[in-house]
């Protein structure tokens, strides 16, 4: 017998070491804090559904962080920025408590770690990023961080790593759902319900929410010299998203996820600023998902399209209803082969329209199509060996880009023990703003894309004990960036972007993980992250500041660290995080700097069993406690202590 | 094994929590002046808009050095947001910081804070101050909206706005001749294209002035007369924001005198305009930024020199009324610091100094 369960049988032979680590990759599908004996974990790998064949198989020598399980006491009313912040590598850049926040990974730029939902890279064609504080925790059940360079499997964009967004896998057979209620300080408040309802054949997910919070927090106004509370930092939100799954035949699998949501957020501007900002955003998402699968003993088809569609008004104490249009459609097909016990196959190809329309461009929207084939091949050259090489070429508009390769390798030492070094190109597309933007400013439509080489070398180790589990990971990693992209001053009046510098991040990463079990009534988890990243510019051409040479890119700090840890005892469950960030520079020169910060907040949560299949729950949560004043970003203050407190049904 | 697992665990978090000891240092990286603040001037780094970073900077002309961060380290709080212009006036300072809506009064020999005139005294968006006396000064303000500009009166004794005077589209800057003020409009977020002419006694508009679109900056030379250059109004299409030439106009410079336009100079392009002028301590030669480089002009010239004194793009221009230097901020860019060059009168480079993000002008 070939194929999936034949793979993994015979892997099991090769070493219990390759199961372990295998249980990681494929973690993403499986309860993520139940790795039980070996002996049931062939059951459990049996039935597993491979949801994304790139980031479980052909991912295995990279970095994968799973956020959730250490987000403990996080509330759903948490967006993804919170949780990136708070819970894993990422720097979160961050305009305050409703600003705009992106992710920076590995010393890398904002919009060089895209958010993937679904398979789908939900980055802006307009300006390359993905607010990260619009993304609601409540639609996510999967949230992983996939670090370094990611060009041969995931395409332009991918210079710092990937987030990866997923719902939970198909709903099993009956009916349940949940509702909660959440309250928190500063007019905080949201409502959530999720049903579900499966069947052998069929299965449908829905939920929904609604967010308000007015932010008016208290602080002290530096630049004032009084306390204050900030003014029209409120938020709005609503979302619906529905899944529908069906199987089509024994090995047929279809699905279609639909995600709506309408955000409308009040930018409160500089706290610097002597009269209040009115500028207001108001953002539509469209995004809908469809994907078929066809799994065989030996090959599994995969078969994906996606429409998004993004309707942005801005307007401001200048300017009414700025109003910009974008939207993409993605169509992409991918085969998995398993060529024999020790070597696995993947092809694929994708094609992305995307166009826009923004006043600012001109009366033309601004289009662009890409075609992109890719190619990875994996193989277990010795017992304790694997290695995976990709590749990938994408014609954009009617230009070849360069040829993205990856190299990958991973040796397991011993039963515990892994090492793991990879090497791999991306590059990263001018946005349309920064090709077609016109007026004072323009952009530059000879820009050439930001392209970049990512290289680590890591280990790994995890161990298996009775009641104990451990998990660690020490990497450096070494990135190489040519052609970032920087807006310099024109020469007769205004801005245009230019292809401007070299960069160098290079750095470490560690992370630690433990779980002890006393027994069914108590366990104990604590988890824990330092980062040290040096980004500095190796080289300025033309247009750019020679004064910056060797500096650090700003709002990177060299130091991050952030811990967790809860007990959770029969139903009660207490938590603790902490997040330390260094100073980093706000000035290119190195010389202006936001001072480090640190956070701490505190959860407890209770859960009552009403009946057999009627839960309730309260989780409360007590952030800043030691009342911190801080920035993220210069000018834009973050709240004080705080509370939010959430009351939640479930049933059956 | 349990032992080496120990061991990395240790490893491990000592390198967590060693970060920590990182957390604290700040960089100060002026100390409190020393010497008589008579002997220098301000250099004024207006910083990046929406960034909160604008700085003030002290040049020191007896050992010839800079000190940065001069406000913050007197007054221990920053600065505030996109500071325009500082002017000196009776022993103090007034710094006009355009975005945080206020104009920051400091002693001019300590830095230290005299008073705040904020947002809460209705200061709105200002550019630029004059003295009139010493209880009394003039703040242009732009308005909420960037078009309905105003003249704010100060009272320099209790720091209030005592009344407001319609000025026109974005008010810039102004200067005291012979008991008239004259204000420049250039134009804001819209255009304007006059120069207006106000009674500081009764503060009332006596005359109003047209010289040509979007008049920024103006000073006097030695016979009295004033002159004042312009950038010229540019025009885009509202659909496909292409540059509308024919409604567009070039900068220019201009001499007035006894109220009337008797020079008028324009540039040979459109989008393309003489800024910062200013004039050597004998009144007799103009000096200004124009076509990415400096040049001076003789008051006497009837055309635009073609060649450049100093051919360096610079943000900030200003004159050394005790020296004749000529003092240039270089802004490469405003999210990084800039450099302050001195060069002498001829044009020659004789220090450069780093200072705060974007040194747009001075104040003497």
């Known amino acids: ?652 | 094994m349990q032992y080496n697992l120990q061991r990395l665990a240790t490893f491990i978090v000592l390198t967590l929590f060693s970060g920590l000891i990182f957390f604290s240092c700040k960089v100060d990286d002026s100390p409190a002046p020393s010497v008589s603040a008579q002997d220098g001037y301000f250099i004024i780094n207006e910083g990046g808009f929406g960034n909160a970073n604008t700085t003030l900077s002290f040049y020191n002309r007896q050992d010839n050095s800079v000190l940065n961060n001069v406000f913050r380290n007197a007054n221990n709080r920053p600065l505030g947001d996109q500071t325009q212009s500082m002017t000196i006036f009776d022993g103090r300072g007034f710094i006009v910081v355009q975005n945080s809506s206020k104009v920051e009064v400091i002693d001019r020999e300590t830095f230290e804070s005299l008073a705040t005139i904020g947002p809460d005294e209705g200061i709105i968006s200002p550019r630029h101050f004059v003295g009139i006396n010493p209880t009394k000064g003039y703040v242009t303000d732009w308005g909420a909206d960037g078009l309905s500009g105003t003249l704010k009166v100060l009272d320099l004794d209790s720091y209030q706005v005592t009344s407001t005077i319609p000025i026109g589209a974005g008010p810039n800057e102004l200067i005291l001749i012979d008991n008239r003020v004259y204000v420049t409009n250039s134009g804001g977020l819209g255009s304007d294209n006059t120069v207006v002419e106000v009674d500081p006694q009764t503060d009332t508009i006596v005359n109003t002035i047209v010289v040509g679109d979007n008049p920024s900056s103006l000073t006097t030379d030695a016979e009295g007369s004033i002159w004042v250059v312009g950038g010229g109004k540019l025009v885009y299409d509202p659909v496909d924001f292409s540059l509308v030439e024919e409604e567009s106009t070039a900068g220019f410079i201009a001499r007035i005198v006894n109220n009337k336009v008797t020079v008028k100079i324009s540039s040979d392009e459109i989008n393309v305009g003489p800024s910062s002028v200013t004039i050597d301590p004998g009144g007799q030669i103009l000096y200004f930024r124009y076509k990415g480089g400096v040049y001076a002009m003789s008051t006497t010239n009837t055309t635009l020199p073609t060649t450049p004194l100093i051919d360096q793009r610079f943000y900030g221009l200003g004159i050394d009324p005790v020296s004749g230097d000529i003092l240039a901020g270089e802004a490469p860019n405003f999210s990084s610091n800039g450099s302050f060059l001195r060069y002498s009168s001829t044009g020659n480079l004789i220090q450069g100094y780093s200072v705060g993000i974007a040194p747009n002008s001075f104040a003497f």
Not at chain 1, 183 to 205: C, H, K
Not at chain 1, 245 to 250: C, M, P, R, V
Not at chain 1, 419 to 441: C, E, Q
Not at chain 1, 518 to 529: A, K, P, R, S
């Open chain 1, 1 to 652: 017998m070939r194929g999936w369960q034949s793979y993994f049988s015979i892997n099991l032979a090769a070493g219990q070491a390759w199961l372990v680590w295998l249980m990681l990759w494929l973690g993403g599908t499986l309860p993520h804090r139940s790795l039980a004996q070996l002996s049931d974990t062939v059951k459990i790998l049996q039935n597993i559904e491979v949801t994304d064949s790139r980031l479980q198989l052909f991912s295995s020598s990279d970095q994968v962080s799973e956020i959730l399980p250490q987000a403990t006491g996080y509330a759903a009313s948490n967006n993804l920025g919170q949780l990136l912040m708070k819970y894993s590598a990422v720097n979160v850049r961050s305009y305050g408590i409703s600003g705009l926040s992106t992710a920076s990974l590995r010393g890398s730029g904002s919009n060089h770690t895209p958010v993937f939902w679904e398979g789908i890279n939900l980055q802006s064609s307009m300006n390359g990023s993905l607010d990260l504080s619009l993304m609601p925790a409540f639609f996510l059940d999967e949230v992983s961080l996939q670090h370094g360079s990611l060009g041969a499997l995931y395409g332009a964009g991918t210079l710092g790593g990937a987030i990866h967004l997923r719902s939970a896998q198909k709903p099993s057979s009956g009916t349940s759902g949940k509702i909660f209620q959440q309250l928190g300080s500063f007019g905080e408040r949201q409502t959530g319900v999720q049903l579900q309802y499966g069947n052998q054949q069929s299965a449908v997910r829905i939920r929904a929410f609604h967010r308000q919070a007015d932010n008016n927090f208290p602080y002290y106004n530096i630049y004032r010299v009084r306390l204050e509370e900030r003014q029209h930092a409120g938020i709005h939100q609503r979302g619906i998203l529905t899944e529908f799954y069906h199987k089509l035949a024994e090995r047929q699998q279809f699905e279609v996820k639909y995600w709506l949501q309408d955000n409308y957020v009040e930018l409160p501007g500089v706290a610097a600023a002597g009269v209040t900002n009115r500028a207001t955003q108001a953002d539509l998402f469209h995004r809908l998902v469809a994907n078929w699968s066809l799994t065989n003993e030996n090959h599994q088809i995969r078969a994906k399209t996606a429409l998004l569609g993004h309707q942005l008004d801005y307007s401001d104490n200048f300017s009414e209803n700025a109003l910009s249009e974008a939207i993409s459609w993605v169509a992409e097909v991918e085969s998995t082969f398993f060529l024999d016990e020790k070597q696995w196959l993947l092809v694929g190809g994708n094609h992305t329209y995307e166009q826009a329309s923004v006043s600012s461009y001109g009366a033309k929207p601004a289009q662009r199509n890409r075609t992109s084939i890719f190619v990875s091949y994996q193989t277990q050259l010795y017992d304790r060996l694997e290695g995976s090489i990709g590749l990938r070429e994408t014609l954009i508009d009617r230009t070849w880009s360069p040829i993205l390769p990856s190299l990958s390798v991973a040796y397991s030492t011993g039963k515990y023990w892994k090492l793991r070094t990879k090497i791999a190109r991306s590059y990263n597309l001018p946005t349309f703003n920064d090709l077609y933007w016109s007026g004072v400013s323009r952009g530059n439509p000879d820009l050439q894309p930001e392209s970049g080489w990512g290289t680590d070398l890591g280990v790994e180790v995890k161990p298996n004990f009775n009641h104990w589990k451990l998990q660690g990971n020490l990497t450096a990693f070494s990135n190489w960036f040519d052609n970032w992209l920087q807006w310099v001053p024109r020469a007769g009046v205004g801005w245009s972007p230019v292809n401007v510098q070299q960069v160098w991040a290079r750095g470490l990463e560690a992370t630690l993980e433990s779980q002890y079990t006393f027994d069914e009534n108590l366990t104990l988890q604590c988890w824990g992250l330092y980062s040290f990243t040096r980004s500095t510019k190796e080289a300025i051409k033309a247009g750019g500041n020679p004064a910056t040479l060797n500096q650090q890119l700003i709002y990177t700090p060299y130091h991050q660290g952030k811990a967790s840890a809860s007990v959770r005892y029969q139903r009660w469950e207490v938590g603790s995080t902490t997040n330390l960030i260094g100073q980093q520079f706000t000035e290119e020169t190195n010389i202006q700097l936001l001072p480090g910060y640190a956070t701490t907040d505190i959860s407890l949560a209770y859960q009552w069993f009403i009946h057999d299949r009627h839960q309730l729950s309260v989780n409360s949560s007590l952030n800043n406690i030691f009342n911190h004043a801080y920035e993220v970003r210069q000018g834009y203050p973050m709240p004080g202590r705080h509370y939010q407190i959430s009351i939640i049904y479930q049933f059956n």
